[in-house]
């Protein structure tokens, strides 16, 4: 069973513009909803989180929104970098476990 | 700033043998975790691990998987009689505390490959 599903799978964005990255998920017993930011060859790196008592968390470029109702969660990269190039995952935590969404490759155009 | 080590970083076994992958963890955190990424897929949580005890596995952690913290710093994960589709990167992560709000910090993997 798919506890989370993440949109799009790739996605090609100007230098300047804006990513966003969705995520739904049907299980409610997670309490906390973090992204990570994965380079080739590293591994994932927490980049932004959120707990789904607020709609909205905004750290620097990076912005989480929170829906809490319709259980949804999208991240937004503003003025997207050439740097920001990398794979996204989103994820929800519970407990002791946490599970990944598949994974959102961001290549930013120069 | 304090990181997650694992070794080796690449690991080749032949099918059927046994395979320990090592991790050292941040030194004051207290919770660690594995996970596994194959390749172009998400990351898959394998296993977390808490006081010497496992706190929650996933389907995937069979008794072919075991986990151990043999000493004060490191913390292994072996597979008994590996199979093909354990080719994979496993990474391990460790948090200082369990909370769901505890940054978990992932080490740079362990790329397992199955002949």
């Known amino acids: 069973q798919q506890q989370v599903k993440q949109s799009p799978q790739s996605l090609i964005v100007q230098k300047g513009g804006i990513s966003i990255i969705n995520c739904a998920y049907e299980?409610?017993?997670?309490?906390?909803f973090p992204w990570y930011q994965q380079f080739p060859g590293k591994g994932p790196a927490l980049l932004i989180a959120?707990?789904?008592?607020?709609s909205e968390k905004k750290e620097g470029r990076f912005t989480i929104s929170f829906n809490k109702s319709a259980k949804q969660f999208s991240l937004h990269i503003m003025d997207s970098q050439p740097g920001d190039s990398a794979t996204y995952f989103c994820?929800?935590?519970?407990?002791?476990?946490?599970?990944f969404g598949a994974g959102t490759r961001l290549f930013v155009k120069a | 700033e304090p990181e997650v080590t694992q070794t080796p970083s690449h690991q080749v076994t032949q099918m059927g043998q046994e395979v320990i992958l090592r991790c050292v963890p941040i030194s004051n955190h207290l919770y660690f975790y594995w996970y596994r990424q194959i390749l172009g897929q998400k990351v898959e949580f394998l296993v977390s691990f808490y006081n010497n005890e496992i706190s929650e596995k996933s389907e995937i952690f069979d008794d072919q998987f075991s986990v151990e913290r043999p000493d004060g710093s490191n913390f292994t994960l072996k597979i008994r009689s590996t199979k093909l589709e354990d080719s994979a990167m496993y990474f391990c992560a460790s948090s200082e505390q369990g909370f769901s709000n505890q940054p978990q910090h992932f080490g740079d993997g362990t790329r397992l490959s199955i002949l």
């Open positions: 299980n409610t017993a997670f309490d906390y």
């Open positions: 959120i707990r789904p008592d607020v």
């Open positions: 994820a929800l935590t519970g407990g002791f476990k946490t599970i």
